[in-house]
């Protein structure tokens, strides 16, 4: 019996319509955790690496892209967990950004993570933690932090003091 | 070929229960067979630690004394569990007995548990919780650092992975010793109470025995002596800033978690954690 494998450029485009469990604007694809997708055989394997070691949504985006898949008619889907390299805030898309921002959420502020910057007591000790974060309502940037850690692990609680709404930012990692 | 309307529960069910696999990424040190004692203790030593900090952690979960804070702890506790299914599920593979990470968890009692005793402490008050998170977050932050050149590829993934979070931890943690250090009388006194009960458990973290000269003689850690020298630089300066007085140096210290040998208070929260795995033999839900 011979069937016909779909391309793997096909595949990503299916993947980039799986959207975040818990920020269902953007995909999977735009969070930029699938790292690579490959036919073993006739077995897709789609490897995924976490955004945070103990998030939650991870099992249920394991679950989402299997179930997705299913529907394209992939039933042979192995998932590999990748933990190197880990991964970072800097792999979100352009038009992500765009999207978590119209969707309320402060995207993580560019190229951030890969430096120093939140090497923690350094930071400290300079005061170079103060990062400018726009308020993705009003755009003012007159904003203070009020928690490191927001609604999940992946985000801080700021607040704005121009149109005084609460908001979250998507924190540099 | 099937249909989308092939797609029924059971499909789903059957789904959820495959897990996504480790990838295999080539480390001989995971299949040498005359480390592996040492590398089995090892692994145990740093997931046990991360699970009773991660256990306490969550014990603020609706208890804590501002809803920012009662999140932050809950968000801190799910990295640490997470770094723990990493580090115990390398340490099942290891020992390749057919154990898994949840089982090491759930069903091994006290004198099996390998953690620093630090963490094993009651939570107490916020004082206790905060300074005992930042006394452990500078050690563990400057470990995972060291980690991440560990000769073993696993070891240093894992490292690389959790630096990345810890730095927030000790972001938060040097930041609030700070605040509640150099705060009113009332937070004052109690930071520095609370650096005086857990100082007598810092000992532990820079002690080596046989278990971390054999890892640190492959390369995969460096000896936790090393870590000492950093870690004082960091506590002084920010204790400092916290206007709190470093405990004298005289204290007994504390040791034998990591052999084993634990204080009263393990087995509270093993009774609490394992219960339901010990009562409902493989539950889930
Ligand atoms: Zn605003």
Redesign the pocket.
Same mark, same amino acid.
């Given at each position: 019996m011979t069937t016909t494998l779909p391309s793997v450029d096909q595949v990503w485009g299916w993947l980039a319509e799986v959207p975040d469990p818990e920020i269902p604007v953007i995909s999977v694809t735009d969070l930029g955790i699938v790292r690579e997708v490959f036919f073993e055989g006739d077995t897709l394997v789609v490897a995924v690496t976490p955004t945070y070691s103990g998030c939650p949504a991870m099992a249920v985006i394991d679950i989402d892209i299997q179930s997705h898949l299913a529907t394209k008619g992939l039933h042979s889907v192995r998932l590999d967990r990748r933990l190197s390299p880990p991964w970072t805030t800097d792999w979100i898309t352009e038009e992500a950004r765009e999207k978590l921002r119209d969707y309320g959420i402060a995207p993580p502020i560019d190229g951030t993570a890969g430096t120093d910057v939140m090497a923690a007591r350094a930071a400290r000790m300079s005061g170079t933690s103060n990062l400018v974060v726009s *308020?993705p309502? *009003?755009g003012?940037a007159a904003t203070e932090k009020v928690s490191q850690f927001g609604s999940t692990p992946c985000k801080a609680a700021y607040r *704005?003091t121009? *149109?005084l709404?609460p908001f979250d930012y998507f924190k540099c990692i | 070929m099937s249909s989308p309307s092939d797609m029924n529960t059971g499909d789903v069910v059957e789904l959820a229960a495959k897990e996504a696999a480790q990838q295999d990424v080539p480390d001989h040190h995971v299949t040498d067979v005359a480390l592996k004692p040492a590398f089995f203790d090892w692994l145990c030593r740093m997931g046990d630690t991360t699970l009773i900090l991660g256990h306490r952690t969550s014990e603020w979960c609706g208890h804590g004394p501002a809803l920012e804070e009662d999140i932050a702890q809950a968000n801190i506790a799910l990295d640490l569990i997470g770094h723990t299914q990493m580090w115990l599920g390398l340490a099942a593979e290891v020992e390749d007995e057919g154990r898994t990470a949840d089982t090491l968890a759930y069903l091994r009692d006290a004198m099996k548990f390998r953690n620093l005793l630090l963490v094993e402490l009651p939570k107490g008050d916020m004082a206790v919780t905060i300074m005992r998170q930042f006394l452990f977050d500078a050690w563990h932050h400057d470990y995972l650092g060291k980690l991440t050149g560990s000769s073993s590829p696993r070891v240093a993934e894992i490292a690389a992975k959790a630096l990345k979070e810890v730095t927030y931890h000790l972001e938060r943690s040097s930041d609030l010793v700070v605040r509640l250090g150099d705060g009113t009388d009332a937070s004052r006194r109690r930071m520095q109470d609370a650096l005086e009960l857990l100082w007598p458990y810092t000992g532990e973290m820079f002690v080596s025995d046989e278990v971390d000269r054999a890892i640190a003689e492959a390369g995969i850690a460096p000896l936790v002596e090393d870590l000492h020298a950093d870690w004082t630089e960091t506590v002084t300066e920010i204790l400092k800033e916290a206007t709190l007085e470093l405990p004298s140096g005289t204290a007994y210290a504390q040791k034998g978690g990591r052999t084993g040998r634990h204080t009263e208070h393990l087995g509270f929260v093993l009774a609490e954690m394992q219960f339901l795995q010990r009562a409902y033999p493989g539950a889930s839900w």
């Open positions: *308020c309502r *009003c003012s *704005c121009d *149109c709404e | -």
